[in-house]
């Protein structure tokens, strides 16, 4: 494997089995179904797509909080796909994770400092001296200061924002090389949101970390990643650089996200929005061919029949579409 790439991720399928009773057989929830694709060091992607559509679940696989179908997760060229949980003990240490919710994310009964120092215990790392002064370091960092203000208190004593720096300072407490933040700001405040952003943006670039921003919201991610991956019903429908996907974007979907983004302008906001029509569908039996053709404004008979390839229609910008097929 190139020594740049940090995370490799080979056809990854995600499938939940659900049964109505014992006696029938049972059905499965595809929720990632068959994903592809490199995360260098120091690299971020932001995976966007509708309520729904599997970024989460991939995001959570990727930690190996859920346990995956079929393909590979390989780590700095260490497959730890069907690692068990004692051999991701390691794994653990690498990687971060910033959760939706702040307010589930800490436990209310243990103060700022014990939720900070409670990975450190678990993982056995430093004295009680060398544990403080990390402490202190990541509450600086996240910019909860002045730091004795706030040790000593519990998460129901701090606003949404500062519970959600809290989160992210246990995230990056151990330094991993690895962070993937789930909906990070989708709960707070407009007014705190691109405080928040700015703030995992800049540790981000700090310590050089790669990291995966999973949102719904393609509003969010312009100054903030290097790419962009959306994903629909399951697959990742397009992948390009940032700036590329934005000005120049492919799939009838990634149109769609783009347009439901609001417009200051009033001007733009009195034209007609091309949102297609319908609803993500339903992954226990997914449409055939393009899972989008039911919603696509431009379905052929091709899109019902079969799926699409993952085509390079310009350099690093790769869509599955069969309005860029090239046969």
Same mark, same amino acid.
């Given at each position: ?5 940090? *995370?490799? #991720? ?6 939940? %089995?659900? !049964?109505?009773? @014992? +006696?029938?057989?049972?059905?499965? &929830? =595809? ?88 990975? *450190?215990? #678990? ?6 001296? %060398?544990? !403080?002064?990390? @402490? +202190?370091?990541?509450?600086?960092? &996240? =910019? ?98 940032? %700036? ?84």
């Amino acid at each position: 494997m190139n020594n740049s790439i940090l *995370l490799k #991720i080979e056809n990854l399928k995600v499938w939940f %089995e659900i !049964r109505k009773n @014992i +006696l029938t057989p049972p059905m499965y &929830v =595809k929720a990632v179904d068959g994903i592809s694709f490199d995360l260098k060091k120091g690299e971020s992607i932001s995976l966007v797509g509708e309520s729904g559509s599997g970024k989460t679940t991939l995001g959570r696989t990727i930690l190996r909080l859920y346990e995956p179908t079929d393909g590979n997760i390989i780590f700095e060229d260490k497959d730890i796909t069907k690692l068990d949980f004692k051999s991701l003990s390691w794994y653990r240490k690498e990687t971060g994770f910033i959760q939706q919710d702040p307010f589930g994310a800490l436990a209310p009964h243990f103060t700022i400092y014990k939720i900070l120092e409670e990975p *450190l215990l #678990i993982n056995k790392i430093g004295t009680p001296a %060398e544990r !403080r002064d990390m @402490i +202190l370091k990541a509450l600086e960092e &996240v =910019k909860l200061t002045p730091v004795s203000d706030f040790i000593g208190k519990y998460p129901h004593m701090l606003s949404g924002g500062q519970m959600q720096r809290v989160v992210i300072a246990r995230a990056l407490i151990m330094r991993p090389k690895l962070v993937i933040a789930d909906e990070p700001v989708s709960m707070l405040d407009a007014s705190v949101r691109i405080e928040i952003l700015d703030l995992l943006r800049d540790l981000q670039e700090k310590h050089h970390m790669s990291m995966i921003y999973i949102t719904h919201d393609l509003a969010t991610v312009r100054a903030f990643t290097n790419w962009i991956f959306i994903m629909y019903a399951g697959n990742l429908v397009e992948r390009a650089k940032t %700036e590329e996907l934005i000005e120049n974007p492919l799939h009838p979907y990634t149109k769609a996200l783009l347009e439901a983004i609001p417009d200051p302008d009033p001007e733009n906001r009195r034209r007609m929005r091309k949102v297609p029509e319908g609803e993500p569908p339903n992954l226990i039996n997914p449409p055939t061919g393009c899972r989008f053709h039911p919603r696509c404004q431009y379905v052929m008979d091709i899109c019902k029949e079969a799926i699409p390839e993952d085509i390079e229609v310009e350099k690093e910008h790769w869509v599955r579409c069969w309005l860029y097929s090239k046969g």
